[in-house]
């Protein structure tokens, strides 16, 4: 099922996600996280950094996985997903780099010609590399405007594995803010994690924030499933949970039951 939980600003629903992810890593030090980039997570991944540091959590076997990566850019690109994640992830928590993965990592910064069968391969090798390391325990999502997660774009298969994709023209105008505000910077093809990859994390959290993001959480949450809002595939999930703020979830129109439930869940439950 979907759990809606509704907050007032983005340091709530990191609070909520840091809380979460610490409890896990407690209990279970060699957890596996989902990792995503863009500007909703960074304010969760800064909250689980204070728990690390506040509790003393032993990160040295956590091990992370991202969802996503552009072609075309060198590893070392400061916009690459590689050169992202390290820097709001694996320095902020304390991970070790050789255990914190990137889809494009497995490219080693091939060009999108270079060897056709290596990149046809590069999903699959990614994917086993997930299921090797026993699967993701807590996917961190985010949302685009028109409810793609990863670089899934709408019309993307709901049962995908990680593939090569070319980003939508919206997608990459959105991204565009990462490159000078100049969209002709952003690569055109990504590798990315699949919605029926992301399906298989035990825990998917997806956040969203502001006006823009209401509508793709209204098909997300309360419209039928659909691969043209590739994120409304989270209702198919035993154990997904959406944070929104109240912007975000303006156009939602069981606000106050999602509320209610929240305020009335037993504190055993955790989300």
């Known amino acids: 099922m979907t759990e809606v939980i509704i907050v007032q600003n983005e340091h709530e629903a ?9 409890q896990l890593i407690a209990r279970k030090p060699d957890a596996v996280l989902g990792l995503a980039t863009g500007s909703s ?6 909250a689980l950094a204070e728990r690390v540091r506040e509790q003393q959590l032993d990160m040295s076997q956590v091990q992370g996985f991202a969802l996503d990566e552009y072609i075309g850019l060198p590893l070392d690109h400061p916009e690459s997903y590689h050169s992202t994640i390290h820097r709001t992830v694996t320095e902020p928590l304390g991970l070790d780099p050789a255990k914190v993965h990137v889809p494009g990592d497995v490219l080693h910064g091939m060009a999108l010609n270079d060897n056709g069968e290596a990149m046809a391969a590069a999903g699959p090798n990614y994917d086993q590399m997930i299921a090797d390391a026993g699967g993701i325990d807590v996917q961190i999502l985010g ?3 028109d409810g793609h997660v990863g670089f899934n774009e709408p019309g993307s298969s709901l049962v995908s594995g990680t593939r090569i994709k070319t980003l939508a023209e919206q997608t ?7 490159f000078n505000n100049d969209v002709e910077q952003v690569p055109t093809h990504c590798i990315t994690q699949g919605i029926g990859t992301i399906l298989k994390a ?3 959290i997806l956040l969203a924030f502001g006006d823009a993001k209401a509508e793709a959480i209204e098909e997300t949450v309360e419209r039928g ?4 809002c590739p994120a409304s595939a989270l209702q198919m999930h035993p154990h997904a949970t959406v944070i929104v703020d109240e912007a975000a979830a303006s156009r939602l129109r069981h606000k106050d039951y999602y509320r209610y439930a929240f305020e009335h869940k037993p504190a055993w439950q955790g989300i």
């Open 41 to 46: 997570p960074l304010a969760a991944y800064g």
């Open 14 to 22: 990191a609070q909520i996600y840091a809380n979460c992810v610490a």
């Open 143 to 145: 949302i685009g405007t």
């Open 202 to 204: 035990r825990h998917l």
């Open 172 to 178: 990459r105008i959105d991204n565009a803010r990462f």
């Open 225 to 228: 499933v659909s691969s043209f």
